[in-house]
């Protein structure tokens, strides 16, 4: 077990608080704090594990299990044209949170993402909004 600070595993448990669009006893989804687009979502086991190759297979599939369920919800959920799927091991690929997490982008025809310093931060109140447009469809 992971014993060091852990951003998302402070969310797990309740520490920190998180704008909930799914969550059962192994997998938490949450809005990401800074989002690419409006319903960019996570989504992280709850066990700490810090990339893909530390988790084991079932788990894994589980995860991808309300991957796929958190993508059609944000689709539908804030009317997106499609979504992006990504996910990123070790600093090298861009990993920032050292903690196993799946990023549901939606994404709009012709649209021309932001560079990642020009991202800011939304409110907990907007996110919540929209956490619960999410929720609705999921």
């Known amino acids: ?31 990401d704090i800074n989002p690419i687009n409006e319903g960019h979502t996570l989504v992280v086991p709850k066990k700490h594990f810090a990339t893909i190759s530390d988790i084991p297979e079932e788990e894994v599939a589980y995860l991808f299990k309300i991957v796929r369920r958190i993508a ?36 709009y025809e012709g649209q021309i993402l932001p560079r990642p310093e020009r991202i800011q931060g939304t409110s907990y109140e907007e996110l919540d909004r929209v956490a619960k447009k999410i929720s609705q469809f999921i």
Do not use: W
């Not at 595993?9 to 997998?27: F, G, H």
């Not at 979504?83 to 982008?105: C, D, E, S």
């Open 1 to 31: 077990m992971f014993n060091g600070v852990c951003s998302f595993c402070k969310l797990v448990r309740k520490e920190e608080t998180a704008n909930l669009v799914y969550e059962d006893d192994k997998v938490m989804a949450f809005l």
């Open 72 to 107: 059609i919800a944000v689709k539908k959920g804030v009317n997106a044209e499609g979504i992006v799927i990504t996910q990123r091991n070790g600093k090298a690929a861009g990993q920032r949170v050292p903690h196993l997490h799946v990023h549901v982008i939606p994404r």
